[in-house]
């Protein structure tokens, strides 16, 4: 079990000296990731550390300004980045942590999301995303009877600090 550990490290590639490992993102979003009290504009941003040329962990934070009131996001997980042109397509996972849960109908919630990005400057890029949410814990029994329980659209501004092309 160590000795494949040990091989799967050895074989993930490390980031080329040139391709700065961490890159911020600024959304502005429409989302309804519960029910009606919970869907509205808001603004988020997400920070990652890219792990090889392709794949990145995230953690990101957003607000919602939804008909109820405020609602609170906190995500952590992956994002695959599908072919590296001036047009990036990518697909996102993350597990979501809302809050109030009441507002939401839920409070722990997988998101699943794709886009793409369109680098227009050395380390900036423009970008569209859609994400889904899935209750894990559902409260609400129209949210847990559903497998997709929300969705949120995006418009994003991807900056890589340092990056040479």
């Known amino acids: 079990m160590l000795g494949a550990l040990l091989c799967v490290l050895l074989a993930v590639p490390v980031p080329r000296p040139r391709d700065p490992p961490l890159w911020l993102v600024v959304e ?27 794949v990145s962990t995230a953690i990101g934070f957003s607000s919602l300004f939804a008909r109820g009131g405020l609602v609170t996001a ?20 993350s597990l979501v942590r809302t809050d109030p849960p009441e507002r939401v109908g839920f409070s722990l919630a997988q998101r699943s999301g794709f886009g793409f990005d369109w680098r227009f400057a050395r380390g900036l890029s423009l970008g569209l995303v859609v994400r889904y949410f899935a209750a894990l814990d559902a409260t609400d029994a129209p949210v847990a009877a559903s497998s997709m329980n929300g969705i949120e659209f995006g418009l994003r501004l991807l900056a890589v ?5």
């Open 161 to 165: 600090p340092g990056a040479s092309r």
């Open 74 to 93: 906190l995500a952590a997980g992956f994002e695959a980045t599908l072919d590296a042109t001036p047009v990036a397509p990518f697909i996102e996972l």
């Open 28 to 54: 502005a979003l429409y989302a309804a990731p519960g029910g009606e009290s919970s869907r509205g504009p808001g603004a988020g941003a997400r920070l990652g550390y890219r792990i090889t040329d392709q």
